[in-house]
């Protein structure tokens, strides 16, 4: 079946260090893949998608590329702000399960001024 | 623009007594919808989802219901909650047009006393 694995966090970082958050995923097929960030009390926003394999999607800073070779779809960010702090989501929708997400568990990122 | 409500935004209720949340998409038509629960730790639980008026597919068994009385409404609800019930509850919508993203609520946070 379709799944998602994140890398466990917390992650703790320091402010301007770079971030990668792992995201590895098993489906049929091509699946969508996505990342969601939750701030503390709030819904998910999305914050980048990537449709097909080598597809790059960015969104303020962070980036992820869609590797089909490896299922991966690692984020990354070059320069972290302590405003970055919060819950990140990899999800992932394969068009035969109609419009439902497979989300990973999450990783929460704290960064420190 | 598409908007997405959820209300309450916060709800306190003793033990056995009926839930109802809310939830309503403004500026597209015929969404799939979706409920989920949050519980203390990050990760997101498919509850119920739903692609048309009084069309709802359940993912978990439980103590909770769903309705969609209307297009852009859909309503969770409980006869009798349990402190199990307990947790953040977000909707969200999508649109099959597009590549699958969901787009979610502000969310509600239920404690079960």
């Known amino acids: 079946g379709n799944s998602v694995t994140q890398m466990e966090g917390p992650v703790t970082l320091s402010e301007e260090a770079f971030l990668t958050i792992n995201c590895t995923y098993t489906?049929?097929?091509?699946?969508?893949l996505f990342w969601y960030v939750q701030y503390p009390g709030e819904g998910l926003q999305l914050l980048l998608k990537?449709?097909?394999?080598?597809d790059k999607g960015s969104n303020k800073g962070f980036e992820a590329t869609y590797r089909k070779e490896t299922t991966s779809f690692h984020l990354e960010k070059g320069s972290v702000q302590v405003s970055d702090s919060a819950v990140y989501f990899c999800?992932?929708?394969?068009?035969?399960?109609?419009?439902?997400?497979?989300f990973g568990q999450g990783t929460e990122l704290s960064v420190k001024p | 623009s598409q908007t997405i409500h959820q209300w309450p935004a916060t709800l306190v209720q003793p033990v056995g007594s009926p839930l109802s949340l809310e939830c309503t998409v403004e500026?597209?038509?015929?969404?799939?919808l979706y409920w989920y629960r949050q519980a203390a730790g990050r990760g997101l639980q498919l509850l119920f989802y739903?692609?048309?008026?009084?069309?709802i597919s359940s993912e978990v068994p439980q103590n909770l219901s769903a309705s969609r009385p209307q297009d852009r409404q859909f309503i969770l609800s409980s006869k009798k909650l349990l402190l199990s019930d307990s947790g953040f509850y977000l909707c969200a919508w999508n649109d099959l047009a597009g590549d699958g993203e969901q787009y979610f609520g502000p969310g509600t946070r239920l404690t079960v006393t």
């Open positions: 489906a049929t097929g091509y699946p969508s």
């Open positions: 739903s692609v048309g008026i009084g069309q």
């Open positions: 500026g597209t038509s015929n969404p799939n």
């Open positions: 999800a992932l929708r394969n068009r035969r399960g109609g419009g439902k997400l497979i």
């Open positions: 990537a449709t097909k394999a080598d």
